[in-house]
């Protein structure tokens, strides 16, 4: 596993088509934005397990253009606060 350190509006690109920001650092939290292509489904890992666990299907997300200031869509419509 790669292990970097960055600081509040570094970046990280994974290949030419994702790109992770660090968008603030409080505490222990660190908020991140991340750019990825449409068809790239992006999710935070404990639902990302609790869909496999279920046996659903893990599928495109929806999410808001490219500003980086919006959070991700819940499975059920709602909005993620926290990343």
């Known amino acids: 596993m790669l292990t970097l350190t960055r600081k509040a509006g570094q970046k990280i690109r994974i290949g030419e088509d994702i790109e992770i920001v660090v968008r603030e650092i409080r505490g222990r939290q660190v908020r991140l934005g991340i750019s990825a292509p449409n068809g790239t489904p992006v999710y935070r890992e404990e639902l990302y397990q609790q869909i496999a666990a279920e046996g659903g299907q893990l599928r495109e ?13 819940a499975e059920d419509g709602s909005s993620e606060d926290e990343g």
């Open 61 to 73: 997300r929806t999410r808001k253009p490219d500003d980086g200031s919006e959070d991700i869509a």
